[in-house]
């Protein structure tokens, strides 16, 4: 019965220390390791490097999700090459009803794979805004708030829907960012230790 018990307590332990060292994965690759050897890992998938990529930041573009010609950001800090955070921003969009539709799309699909988010907030505060126009505009001016957060012990998947101006015009897309729990730790005590 001691072997037994014995037994049970190392799978016990094993189980949780072997949790708390994987890597939330991108694409199946875990997030880990320097910029280049990450990035590296994503051209071997597939994903092509854009030639606006610099030292401490790659830009890269391949499918994903289903979708095409996706961006992929990955970063680091000057002072620290360890890969915490991936971002991807989808095509964008025209039209309030696609962009809602990418939006939907992945979030259902996140469900699917993560569970129920641990923070939902899908609100455009003016209610007078229902034509593509309004709702556009109040994306454009930052009133609405439209994100779904994904918890898992591996770290922290973020769905949103995002914009940004380029030569006087709005771009429209949807956006996901991944937080690597390991490394985004490791990175927070490095920050703490510069105060």
């Known amino acids: 019965m001691k072997k037994v018990i014995t037994l049970i307590i190392c799978t ?4 949780a220390l072997l949790a708390q060292t994987e890597h939330l994965k991108f694409k199946g690759v875990p997030i ?3 910029l280049e050897k990450f990035s590296d890992a994503l051209i071997a998938i597939g994903f092509e490097l854009n030639e606006d990529s610099e030292e401490d930041e790659m830009f890269l573009i391949g499918d994903f999700a289903g ?3 996706c961006r992929v950001y990955v970063s680091t800090l000057d002072n620290i090459n360890l890969v915490n955070h991936v971002s991807v921003s989808f095509p964008e969009r025209d039209s309030w009803s696609t962009l809602l539709q990418d939006y939907t799309s992945l979030k ?6 993560y569970g129920a988010p641990s923070e939902d907030v899908e609100d455009i505060p003016n209610e007078n ?3 593509n126009s309004d709702i556009l505009f109040e994306i454009k001016t ?7 957060i994904f918890s898992t012990d591996e770290g922290v998947i973020a769905l949103s829907i995002e914009h940004y101006t380029l030569l006087f015009v709005e ?7 991944y937080y690597d729990k390991i490394n985004s730790d490791i990175i927070r005590d490095h920050a703490i230790n510069d105060l």
Do not use: C, P, W
């Not at 259902?108 to 794979?113: N, P």
């Not at 930052?142 to 779904?148: C, G, K, R």
């Open 171 to 177: 771009r429209y897309f949807v956006a996901i960012q």
């Open 129 to 131: 805004a229902t034509s």
């Open 142 to 148: 930052d009133n609405y708030d439209y994100h779904s």
């Open 67 to 69: 979708y095409k010609d």
């Open 108 to 113: 259902e699909m996140l469900t699917e794979k």
């Open 32 to 34: 880990d390791g320097t």
């Open 12 to 15: 016990i332990i094993s189980s």
